[in-house]
């Protein structure tokens, strides 16, 4: 698995290195072949805590950051998450003030996001003064 070292503006830091996925279009797409209403049912359907099943968002709030929707890092303990982007997530309450410490996104802070109702760490909230803001949430966080 190809492993690229992160960049926050121009310095390279070594902690956070950046997995490409296997298996998956380069664009962080899904195989072709899916059925067309199958696919329209499931971006209406919305995107459920892993942990207490309440609502954070859905398929159709998906977007590409950096020319993907799924992205995979390690944080600086070693730790890997594979996450995906979201343009909003009304069930996901943002925690913490912004930091640019150790960001995934060049240009972007981050503060934690959590599901709304239970408080499970479901991801990141990343904002920038030049891009607009998205979350970053925890694959296997969601449903």
């Known amino acids: 698995m190809p492993i ?5 503006g121009t310095e390279t830091l070594p902690l956070l290195l950046r997995i490409d996925l296997p298996g998956r279009d380069g664009r962080g797409g899904r195989p072709e072949g899916e059925p067309g209403g199958e696919r329209a049912a499931q971006e209406e359907a919305p995107l459920i805590c892993a942990h ?5 968002t859905s398929r159709d709030q998906a977007i590409e950051i950096g020319g993907r929707h799924e992205h995979a890092f390690f944080n600086p303990a070693g730790i890997a998450y ?3 982007c979201f343009r909003r997530a009304p069930g996901c309450l943002v925690h ?5 410490d150790f960001t995934w996104f060049a240009g972007f802070r981050w503060q934690f996001g ?3 109702t239970c408080l499970t760490h479901l ?12 979350y970053g949430l925890i694959s296997n966080r969601l449903l």
Not at 123 to 134: A, I, L, V
């Open 52 to 56: 207490c099943s309440a609502p954070v």
């Open 114 to 116: 959590l599901c709304s």
């Open 123 to 134: 991801g990141w909230f990343f904002s920038s003064p030049e891009q607009p803001s998205f």
């Open 82 to 84: 594979e996450i995906r």
């Open 4 to 8: 690229t070292r992160a960049r926050t």
């Open 96 to 100: 913490g003030d912004p930091t640019s």
